[in-house]
């Protein structure tokens, strides 16, 4: 069955750069897009980022934009995000979702929280 | 950007209960809508896309509606496990993505 599990989660100071992963197993990988939603704690959904299935193309939120990189490797079904520059507003649970319906969010990983704090 | 607002942001009922949340949208999405339910701890879950096409494997007392700019999410005869945050999505600017701020509906 269709699994994403994400790591890399963690508390970092403000300034800090912290790397986001999401093992995905159960499909090909290489087949489907793939995006990032966080959720800052007592808050609501957030799209942040979304590369395509060949790691092509990326598109990004403003608020993200020039502090998080997307990326893939899909010789290890692995999906990336690497976040530079964190701030307190960055604080939240990062989820991974398949793209398999251009836009429409079927599976999501469980979620790692990431936590900016001095 | 396209912006949802969801309403009411909050809202109490009781077990058996007939409970319709709203979705606007900024600007015309056609029926690019899903919604997504999310219980504490938990990643959301989809229950419908395209405004009105009831995700495999979620229950019939479900149901959507709308067109262009409000949209409704409707539960016949709500149950126990039907308390939580309910999110609407728009993917009409795929691949961005923006959420509803989400209803949160609550044991009366």
């Known amino acids: 069955q269709v699994q994403l599990v994400e790591s890399g989660g963690g508390v970092v100071q403000p300034g800090g750069s912290l790397r986001l992963s999401c093992a995905a197993s159960g499909f090909t990988f290489s087949s489907y897009g793939m995006h990032w939603v966080r959720q800052a704690p007592g808050k609501g959904l957030e799209w942040v980022t979304f590369?395509?299935?060949?790691?092509?193309?990326?598109w990004y939120a403003d608020s993200v934009k020039g502090r998080f990189t997307i990326s893939r490797d899909n010789s290890k079904d692995t999906l990336h995000l690497q976040m530079n520059s964190l701030t307190v507003e960055d604080t939240a649970v990062y989820y991974c979702a398949i793209d398999f319906r251009l836009g429409i969010l079927t599976y999501w990983g469980q979620g790692t929280l990431v936590s900016v704090s001095s | 950007a396209i912006q949802l607002t969801q309403s009411p942001s909050s809202l109490s009922a009781s077990v058996g209960d007939r409970v319709t949340i709203t979705c606007r949208t900024s600007q015309g999405i056609s029926t690019s809508l899903a919604w997504y339910q999310q219980k504490p701890g938990k990643a959301p879950n989809l229950l419908i896309y395209d405004a009105s096409t009831l995700e495999s494997g979620v229950p019939s007392r479900f149901s959507g509606s709308g067109f262009g700019t409000e949209f409704t999410l409707t539960i016949s005869g709500l149950q126990p496990g039907d308390f939580a945050t309910y999110y609407c999505q728009q993917f009409t600017s795929y691949p961005l993505l923006t959420f509803g701020g989400g209803t949160k509906v609550e044991i009366k």
């Open positions: 590369i395509w299935r060949d790691g092509s193309k990326k």
